[in-house]
Nanobody, 126 residues
């Protein structure tokens, strides 16, 4: 198990940007695939973006393609989610998830991840 710490949420006007970060507490992110998920009030948790352990592969939900970028920096031991051109419908609690893997796949399903952060809230004002 690895404890994940997310930072960077907040309040922003529509069209603005935010950068979320996720880091493991007390251990390396090496060989961990990482994903971001979000849950809006009254809705199910949904996939946002994911990256494999060595950053050679990424995946994005259609709703965020071209606006969000996920990056994994093993040297800095963190994963970031750069969110641009934010829309009110991006308002949600954002969760980082990680899973130690032996292969090199990108995981886009929540059930593929065994470690989750506490979440950070993103609110986009119209």
């Amino acid at each position: 198990q690895v404890q994940l710490v997310e930072t960077g949420g907040g309040l922003v006007q529509a069209g603005g940007s935010l950068r979320l970060s996720c880091a493991p507490s007390g251990r390396s992110f090496w060989r961990y695939a990482v994903g971001w998920f979000r849950q809006a009030p009254g809705k199910d948790r949904e996939f946002v973006a994911a990256v494999n352990w060595d950053s050679t592969g990424t995946d994005y939900a259609d709703s965020v393609k071209g606006r969000f970028t996920i990056s994994k920096d093993n040297a800095k031991n963190e994963v970031t989610l750069q969110m641009n051109s934010l829309k009110p419908e991006d308002t949600a609690d954002y969760y980082c998830a990680a899973q130690f893997i032996h292969g090199n796949l990108v995981y886009s399903r929540s059930q593929d991840y065994g470690n989750w952060g506490q979440g950070t809230r993103v609110t986009v004002l119209s």
